[in-house]
């Protein structure tokens, strides 16, 4: 067991009953043309976490913990693309329609997989995940419980939308749940605090947060 400085309180990590859970670091999210962009965002402030992210994952590498990373991607045929997803708004251009990195959000396309900074190693579990949750019609749950994981500790983009959706999953599925702040981020960095704000309210009501260093540090222990 080690202790992890974190809000709104010590978050006690058991290494052998934690898996890491990295969050659509898609090239989608965080390039220009891909579907960030699309719905007219500002990505650049996405690339900015890689490099404390690429920290986090080393720790969990080194420490021979599970690494699990996140794509949110739809099937070619956009039989798993709920019309109301794909229609939503006025986008420059919708889900499954081609664009610079390939078809927007759609498995197998270059602009859906993950930036090569935090590529995946051939051994850890990939999930494509329809939904904004990354439970929500996957094998996640099926996975994590082989893995006997009951914690999980957050990265990736973006923090309002699929890591709080993840992180609320979770918690209501029983999993404690630390996210780590500067491996997160937001198209709207008032969002970004919002939310990390809400997770750790009232004593942890979805979890804990902390930093990267903090977490690694623990793992170091
Ligand atoms: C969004 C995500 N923001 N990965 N997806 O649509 O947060």
Redesign the pocket.
């Known amino acids: 067991m080690a202790t992890v400085k974190a809000r709104p309180f010590d978050f006690t990590l058991v290494p052998a009953k934690t898996a890491l859970i990295v969050?659509?670091m898609?090239r989608d999210?965080i390039e220009p043309g891909g579907?960030?962009a699309t719905?007219g965002n500002d990505v650049s402030l996405l690339r900015a976490i890689i490099p404390a992210t690429a920290r986090l994952i080393a720790g969990f590498r080194k420490a021979g913990l599970p690494v699990i990373h996140?794509r949110?991607c739809h099937a070619p045929d956009l039989s798993d693309c709920p019309p109301a997803k794909r229609t939503r708004g006025k986008p420059s251009l919708r889900i499954g329609d081609p664009g610079p990195m390939g078809r927007i959000l759609i498995a197998g396309e270059t602009g859906a997989d993950i930036v090569e900074e935090l590529y995946p190693l051939p051994s850890e579990t990939v999930i494509d995940k329809p939904g904004?949750g990354a439970f929500y019609a996957t094998p996640l749950g099926d996975i994590l419980a082989g893995k006997g994981v009951s914690q999980l500790v957050f990265a990736?983009?973006?923090?309002?939308?699929?890591?709080q959706?993840t992180m609320r999953e979770a918690n209501d599925r029983g999993y404690e749940c630390l996210l780590a702040t500067d491996a997160t981020e937001?198209?709207f960095p008032e969002f970004k605090k919002a939310a990390i704000d809400m997770i750790i309210a009232q004593s942890a009501i979805v979890g804990w947060a902390a930093t990267v260093d903090e977490i690694v540090e623990a793992l170091d222990d």
Do not use: A, M, R
């Not at 990736?156 to 890591?163: Q, S």
């Open positions: 969050i659509d898609q999210f579907f960030g719905l996140t949110e904004k990736g983009v973006t923090t309002e939308v699929c890591v959706t937001s198209y």
